[in-house]
């Protein structure tokens, strides 16, 4: 099976990352997508109790429920150690050898790639689909892309999909001062947020 892999906090998941995934998986024609929802991030300050990352994987869970070809993958959530994306596409190719993995990325992540951990070892394991933001000049990505294929042998396509301004940050921000966030996550997710208090600076 051809399995996209989308990683990442997910604090909260917003319809930018649903609106990546559908397009990697029709324009790829991949078989299913992976949310990869991480525990601990080396790069990114999250709010780390058992309970913070239970609604962060309810949040996702509810997001893709209705969609049969997004599955919630929770083998980065369930350890406490720093996750690195080369070790786990390196455990996820011996643990499933029957299956092609593509490395869904954001734009400014291909340029900052080679600053990640053990970043080589990504290129063996996964095919990478760098997303093209409309803010980004297509001749610059293509230059990138052509310059990490030539020295790392790597194998990466272009995935171009519609520019969505939200930010899981953006959503805290509002959610914290008890704003709406309907319209930029899932219903399910908006009634998951304002029901359980999420994110309420007043309220701690």
């Known amino acids: 099976m051809k399995i996209g892999i989308m990683g990442g906090t997910f604090d909260p998941v917003h319809i930018g990352h649903l609106l990546l995934a559908e397009f990697a998986y029709e324009d790829f024609n991949l078989d299913k997508i992976w949310f990869l929802p991480n525990a601990n991030p080396p790069h990114k300050k999250a709010e780390h109790t058992e309970e913070a990352l239970h609604h ?8 893709i429920k209705d969609m049969p070809y997004f599955h919630l993958c929770l083998y ?11 070790s786990t596409l390196e455990a996820f190719r011996r643990l499933y050898p029957e299956h092609e993995f593509y490395f869904i990325l954001g734009a400014d992540s291909l340029f900052t790639i080679e600053q990640w951990k053990c970043f080589e070892k990504i290129f063996p394991n996964c095919t990478i689909l760098a997303a093209m933001r409309d803010d980004k000049d297509v001749g ?14 790597a ?42 208090n999420l994110y309420r600076e007043d309220l701690k």
């Open 140 to 153: 610059s990505m293509k230059q990138q892309i052509a310059y990490l294929e030539k020295k790392y042998d």
């Open 56 to 63: 962060r994987i309810e949040m996702l869970r509810l997001a």
């Open 155 to 196: 194998s990466i396509q272009l995935l171009q999909a519609p520019l969505v301004e939200i930010s899981s940050t953006a959503l805290r921000a509002r959610a914290a001062k008890g704003l709406s966030t309907r319209y930029m996550v899932t219903d399910d997710v908006a009634d998951y947020i304002k029901k359980n």
């Open 76 to 86: 980065e959530a369930e350890t406490t150690e720093h996750s690195y994306t080369y």
